[in-house]
């Protein structure tokens, strides 16, 4: 989220916590005397910043600039708010009475409508909703903290996709039926059996496969979703109509024997953020740090959510919080813990959450709703982490595979990069010998609804024209003809060894989990004789079974029992002919020169 300003200066501490501390929220607020934003100083107040756009160097520092601002600075204000919302990927958050020139905080009654109504017409002209947060008042008067967020068309709404991980009997599955469907949980289950997909989760109560739940948010921030009163399904087309905002829940296994469909959730759906599930009567236990460490270690931020607290003793609860916010602060994972306890804690924590060292904690209960209000607040001000430009080649990822009566093959997965429009047509491959065959795209759906076209960081389904669903498999991709796609056997990464019992050499086979890529790969030769926990090398590696479509820069996780590695591609190496006329072409040219022999 990026954000002007948002914090409560009246609360900052003067003294540095202590290490056992959690730290509170207002640590991220500025010094009354402090005219620097604590970003990094080209965020401010307003939208001002100390260095002016233009040769005459406007002043925008000060809190009265939205009051009757010249036509100059009325045009520097639009510009720095255009900026803003475009590095929050469509909306940021804006404080209305602070300034950065050092001056008193608040604004009184009459300056406090002039500025809204600046604001207003500010938000007029980038075609922008503004929903008020909080007000609060300071020593001059009062101040207000706005959401502004870019208004999308009907047919379209701004995604962002939460991975949520944790141990087993954490309360993952029991959290999203609660979130999605509005109903609170009984206590024994009954929330998360909306949610499974399979007669065995139902019967077990786990989860083996991964899950997708939305929850939409209106302009004024509202959430959206009405289960049907009848079957208590969701309706998601009607979800996304309403919606200005869809939080995509991907909902992860807890269970070590599903640790393969975890880490396939992780990499191949891309997440945005990843909220960790801790039982606070459990504490800390079985698959918790793998799943931590693996958001980590594929740099996605990630927020706590700590459940259970109706059951839970207070002692058991504080000593479940010490060993989390001891285990946040340890050289591996080096987060700041932030108890999130009020909506102050909410806005503060959303907006410095992008910058990945502040990890908000939550504490509620699914059975009496405790906190969830400030969960749900804290979801709406989540925004993408990434941009996406449409003018570049098109890229999707497939993730899943369906034969649909009445419609044939269907593939889901994540738009990579490029705009991909109804009836285009892309290469889908590699196959099996790496070629890529041309496929058209004759019908568009984004959460269940029908769309002409789909955009770079969007997920969807598309319906494929003469094509069996057994000739597609996760990891295969459909791109734009201009890329002139080539699939590869070999490839050199940056491997860094998270765990390994004892030595890895020449010839050790792993499963690599790279994108929607799952496939075992040998290790032929690396720049070490042989690699132990925590060691770094690079290492060339060949995939066993058949060639994929890979790019450099490109995070891969390499695993084998409880054998762990993470990476990154630096080298494709031995591309492939992929054209199919070529392939046809060198097979004529082998029968003639057997034949003249």
């Given at each position: 989220?990026a954000?002007?300003?948002?914090?409560?200066?009246?609360?900052?501490?003067?003294?540095?916590?202590?290490?056992?501390?959690?730290?509170?929220?207002?640590?991220?607020?500025?010094?009354?005397?402090?005219?620097?934003?604590?970003?990094?100083?080209?965020?401010?107040?307003?939208?001002?910043?100390?260095?002016?756009?233009?040769?005459?160097?406007l002043?925008?520092?000060?809190k009265?600039?939205?009051?009757?601002?010249?036509?100059?600075?009325?045009?520097?204000?639009?510009?720095?708010?255009?900026?803003?919302?475009?590095?929050?990927?469509?909306?940021?958050?804006?404080?209305?009475?602070?300034?950065?020139?050092?001056?008193?905080?608040?604004?009184?009654?009459?300056?406090?409508?002039?500025?809204?109504?600046?604001?207003?017409?500010?938000?007029?002209?980038?075609e922008?909703?503004?929903?008020?947060?909080?007000?609060?008042t300071?020593?001059?008067?009062?101040?207000?903290?706005?959401?502004?967020?870019?208004?999308?068309?009907?047919?379209?709404?701004?995604?962002?996709?939460?991975?949520?991980?944790?141990?087993?009997?954490?309360?993952?599955?029991?959290?999203?039926?609660?979130?999605?469907?509005?109903?609170?949980?009984?206590?024994?289950?009954?929330?998360?059996?909306?949610?499974?997909?399979?007669?065995?989760?139902?019967?077990?109560?786990?989860?083996?496969?991964?899950?997708?739940?939305?929850?939409?948010?209106?302009?004024?921030?509202?959430?959206?979703?009405?289960?049907?009163?009848?079957?208590?399904?969701?309706?998601?087309?009607?979800?996304?109509?309403k919606?200005?905002?869809?939080?995509?829940?991907?909902?992860?296994?807890?269970?070590?024997?599903?640790?393969?469909?975890?880490?396939f959730?992780?990499?191949?759906?891309l997440?945005?953020?990843?909220?960790?599930?801790?039982?606070?009567?459990?504490?800390?236990?079985?698959?918790?740090?793998?799943?931590?460490?693996?958001?980590?270690?594929?740099?996605?931020?990630?927020?706590?959510?700590?459940?259970?607290?109706?059951?839970?003793?207070?002692?058991?609860?504080?000593?479940?919080?010490?060993?989390?916010?001891?285990?946040?602060?340890?050289?591996?994972?080096?987060?700041?813990?932030?108890?999130?306890?009020?909506?102050?804690?909410?806005?503060?924590?959303?907006?410095?959450?992008?910058?990945?060292?502040?990890?908000?904690?939550?504490?509620?209960?699914?059975?009496?709703?405790?906190?969830?209000?400030?969960?749900?607040?804290?979801?709406?001000?989540l925004?993408?982490?990434?941009?996406?430009?449409?003018?570049?080649?098109?890229?999707?990822?497939?993730?899943?595979?369906?034969?649909?009566?009445?419609?044939?093959?269907?593939?889901?997965?994540?738009?990579?990069?490029?705009?991909?429009?109804?009836?285009?047509?892309?290469?889908?491959?590699?196959?099996?010998?790496?070629?890529?065959?041309?496929?058209?795209?004759?019908?568009?759906?984004?959460?269940?609804?029908?769309?002409r076209?789909?955009?770079?960081?969007?997920?969807?389904?598309?319906?494929?024209?003469?094509?069996?669903?057994?000739s597609?498999?996760?990891?295969?991709?459909?791109?734009?003809?201009?890329?002139?796609?080539?699939?590869?056997?070999?490839?050199?990464?940056?491997?860094?060894?998270?765990?390994?019992?004892?030595?890895?050499?020449?010839?050790y086979?792993?499963?690599?989990?790279?994108?929607?890529?799952?496939?075992t790969?040998?290790?032929?030769?690396?720049?070490?004789?042989?690699?132990?926990?925590?060691?770094?090398?690079?290492?060339?590696?060949?995939?066993?079974?058949?060639?994929?479509?890979?790019?450099?820069?490109?995070?891969?996780?390499?695993?084998?029992?409880?054998?762990?590695?993470?990476?990154?591609?630096?080298?494709?190496?031995?591309?492939?002919?992929?054209?199919?006329?070529?392939?046809?072409?060198?097979?004529?040219?082998?029968?003639?020169?057997?034949?003249?022999?």
């Amino acid at each position: 989220m990026a954000s002007l300003t948002a914090t409560e200066p009246a609360l900052c501490p003067a003294a540095i916590p202590t290490a056992e501390s959690i730290v509170p929220a207002c640590m991220f607020a500025p010094d009354r005397g402090c005219a620097d934003d604590p970003s990094g100083g080209e965020a401010f107040e307003d939208g001002e910043g100390t260095n002016g756009e233009s040769a005459d160097h406007l002043d925008l520092s000060s809190k009265l600039v939205l009051v009757s601002p010249t036509g100059e600075q009325y045009d520097s204000l639009l510009r720095r708010l255009r900026e803003q919302i475009d590095e929050g990927c469509g909306e940021t958050i804006y404080v209305v009475g602070m300034g950065s020139d050092g001056g008193d905080y608040g604004l009184d009654e009459k300056d406090m409508e002039a500025s809204i109504a600046t604001v207003r017409s500010l938000c007029e002209q980038i075609e922008a909703d503004l929903i008020l947060l909080r007000e609060r008042t300071d020593t001059s008067g009062k101040i207000q903290d706005y959401l502004i967020r870019r208004r999308v068309g009907e047919q379209d709404f701004l995604e962002v996709r939460v991975a949520v991980v944790g141990n087993v009997d954490a309360g993952k599955s029991t959290l999203l039926g609660v979130l999605t469907h509005g109903e609170l949980d009984n206590g024994r289950g009954f929330a998360r059996q909306k949610l499974f997909r399979h007669k065995h989760e139902m019967e077990s109560g786990r989860t083996s496969s991964v899950g997708n739940d939305i929850l939409g948010f209106d302009q004024e921030g509202q959430v959206v979703n009405k289960p049907d009163s009848h079957g208590g399904g969701l309706d998601w087309t009607k979800i996304c109509e309403k919606s200005s905002k869809v939080i995509t829940f991907i909902d992860l296994a807890g269970h070590e024997k599903y640790l393969k469909t975890t880490v396939f959730g992780m990499t191949g759906h891309l997440p945005d953020f990843c909220m960790l599930m801790v039982g606070s009567n459990a504490g800390i236990v079985g698959m918790t740090k793998e799943h931590l460490g693996l958001a980590l270690a594929l740099n996605v931020p990630v927020f706590v959510v700590v459940t259970k607290i109706d059951m839970c003793p207070a002692n058991i609860l504080q000593e479940t919080l010490k060993l989390l916010q001891r285990l946040l602060k340890s050289p591996g994972c080096r987060k700041i813990p932030v108890l999130v306890q009020n909506k102050d804690d909410v806005i503060v924590t959303a907006s410095n959450f992008s910058s990945e060292r502040m990890c908000p904690i939550f504490q509620i209960s699914n059975v009496t709703g405790e906190n969830m209000d400030l969960l749900k607040m804290f979801l709406n001000l989540l925004s993408s982490r990434t941009n996406f430009s449409n003018d570049e080649p098109a890229e999707f990822q497939i993730d899943d595979t369906y034969s649909v009566p009445g419609v044939g093959t269907v593939v889901s997965g994540t738009t990579l990069r490029g705009m991909i429009r109804l009836n285009d047509t892309l290469l889908l491959g590699p196959d099996p010998l790496g070629t890529f065959i041309p496929i058209t795209v004759k019908s568009i759906h984004r959460k269940r609804m029908p769309v002409r076209e789909v955009r770079g960081g969007q997920t969807a389904s598309f319906a494929l024209k003469k094509i069996k669903r057994s000739s597609i498999r996760k990891g295969m991709v459909m791109v734009s003809p201009k890329l002139m796609p080539q699939a590869t056997w070999e490839f050199e990464a940056e491997i860094l060894v998270l765990h390994h019992p004892t030595t890895i050499s020449p010839r050790y086979q792993a499963m690599v989990h790279c994108g929607s890529i799952r496939q075992t790969a040998t290790i032929l030769t690396m720049n070490k004789d042989c690699l132990r926990t925590g060691d770094k090398a690079s290492v060339h590696f060949r995939f066993i079974k058949t060639p994929e479509y890979l790019h450099c820069d490109q995070k891969l996780v390499f695993r084998e029992g409880r054998t762990k590695a993470v990476g990154t591609i630096t080298k494709v190496l031995q591309l492939m002919v992929t054209s199919v006329a070529q392939c046809i072409c060198h097979t004529f040219l082998f029968f003639i020169f057997f034949s003249v022999h």
